[in-house]
């Protein structure tokens, strides 16, 4: 019995979504380098020649710059793991801190609502069941919804047709 049961709790599908950042850790080295070879021999200029509300100026848009990309960088550490076997559809989500939220649906009862917008594409995706609401894929950008949505529900459609 314990073999049938473990047949069917084998995920049919199975994905890990996180966002999508096109630069990478050399990239931001480059661009901090480039930034700083711009502002800071202005700051020098304007300090040696008595403008210094300008020089703190132009190293608090550097700091400022820094800040900015490493805060994008902490939310690129979000994580959904996704599966969907016979017994369940289990969505794992990891926040940047690391903190781990898993909600189960059974996946006889669960609905995956798209929202479309005619000229966007899918702009938001929840699974529905019963009283429960879960958005997923977030911060995907619109051509990787239309992959994992049209990957998702085929994967739904399977294991519900297999009764």
Known sequence: MTDVN????????SAELFPHRSLGRKGFRVL??????GFFPNALWFAAHGAWPIALYCGLAFVALYIAFRLS???ARVREHVSVSRLSVSVRKI?????MSETHFNPFWTR???DRHDEFGITGMRLLSRDERLEIGAFLNPDDRESFA???KQALATVKQRI
């Open 112 to 114: 995956f609502a798209v």
């Open 73 to 75: 960088y902490r939310s």
């Open 6 to 13: 473990a047949f069917e709790d084998r995920p049919v599908f």
């Open 32 to 37: 901090i380098a480039i930034a700083a070879l």
């Open 150 to 152: 049209a990957a998702f």
């Open 95 to 99: 926040t940047p801190s690391g903190r």
